[in-house]
């Protein structure tokens, strides 16, 4: 019914960046929050950024404050990630989620990405 897609990821040398996007398709009525989520092998998936609904602030782990940047354009259903400055601990696979209404009358339900790979070499 939803879908979404990243883009962007890739090998980076430290101290370089990335801009990962993610588009929104299907049946979507609304969107409330998106965010960004990353996860390495045998941990648990964590918050990196969440951009809420227009009039409210956005969120960041402590990790990436000052040098990650999370946006969205809310015509094209599009959320991304600039992330500058990364560190080889910012490998990981990074996931969008994006919380959607496909109706009016339904509660949001939340969607994710397949992931994309970022990779840091030192």
């Known amino acids: 019914q939803v879908q979404l897609v990243e883009s962007g990821g890739g090998l980076v040398q430290a101290g370089g960046s990335l801009r990962l996007s993610c588009a929104a398709s299907g049946r979507v009525f609304s969107i409330d929050a998106m965010g960004w989520y990353r996860q390495t092998p045998g941990k648990q998936r964590e918050l990196v950024a969440v951009?809420?609904?227009?009039?409210?602030?956005?969120n960041y782990a402590d990790s990436v404050k000052g040098r990650f940047t999370i946006s969205r354009d809310n015509a094209k259903n599009t959320v991304s990630l600039q992330m500058n400055n990364l560190k080889p601990e910012d490998t990981a696979v990074y996931y969008c989620n994006a919380r959607v209404s496909i109706t009016p009358l339904r509660p949001t339900s939340d969607y994710w990405g397949p992931g994309t790979q970022v990779t840091v070499s030192s």
């Open positions: 951009i809420p609904s227009a009039g409210r602030t956005t």
